[in-house]
């Protein structure tokens, strides 16, 4: 493979949906939230992105079958309070790799503003000691910060925010779209199911449209390897 691909298995029937990107880092809590927005919004696989940008391995799960990395998308049933198309994946490019990271973001970009995304929602981890159960939160203008707040999120300033959880608010920043980025309070020594679930909460209060948010139905621990 010579150069990113995406295959498409059918085109989303959603107006103006949001792109909601939770990618493996920190705890895996995007990953985590992204996965139970998945399930909470019965959302269908339609398209995946392979890159020789990403890593030179595969994943493995619980029962010996391989996954080379990639990217996939999920478009939100029509009938859900949340809107979105939403990106997991098993891999993001290596960190030393910064033009890797522009160049995935880019294609990224490219790909959802064709299917009318003009707000982006990241989500991810955030090492950090102390009280966990909180949600720090980012954004393209200081409106979308504060509506963030409203629900319950801590303003995130002075730090940064690495991989394409950041770069694609940055990127998109470029190109008229606004931003949001909500990282979840976690140690980062492995899957943090509760940070994940934190993050998935506050994303369906703020954007959810009074989505149920009931634990007992979205709290499941979820395979994250994938």
């Known amino acids: 493979m010579e150069s990113s691909q995406i295959h498409q298995r059918f085109h989303p029937n959603l107006r103006n949906p949001i792109l909601l990107e939770g990618l493996p880092g920190f705890g895996d809590v995007g990953k985590i939230a992204a996965q139970l927005a998945s399930k909470s919004t019965e959302a269908k696989l339609f398209a995946e992105y392979y890159s020789p940008l990403f890593p030179d391995y595969v994943t493995v799960d619980s029962e010996g079958v391989c996954f080379p990395p990639r990217f996939r998308f999920y478009s939100s049933s029509p009938k859900s309070s949340l809107k979105a198309i939403i990106l997991t994946g098993n891999a993001q490019p290596s960190l030393d790799n910064v033009v890797a990271y522009y160049e995935v973001c880019e294609e990224i970009l490219d790909f959802i503003q064709k299917l009318g995304c003009e707000l982006i929602v990241t989500v991810g981890g955030l090492p950090i000691s102390g009280e966990r159960k909180k949600v720090y939160v980012a954004a393209t203008s200081e409106n979308l910060v504060l509506k963030v707040m409203d629900k319950g999120g ?61 634990s007992s139905r979205h709290g499941k621990k979820v395979n994250t390897r994938k």
């Open 154 to 214: 801590i303003i995130y300033g002075g730090g940064r925010i690495m991989g394409a959880t950041g770069l694609l608010l940055g990127l998109g920043k470029k190109r008229g779209l606004e931003g949001v980025c909500l990282l979840g309070a976690t140690d980062g020594l492995g899957p943090d199911q509760d940070a994940g679930t934190t993050v998935f909460k506050l994303l369906m209060k703020v954007f959810g449209k009074g989505a149920s948010t009931d």
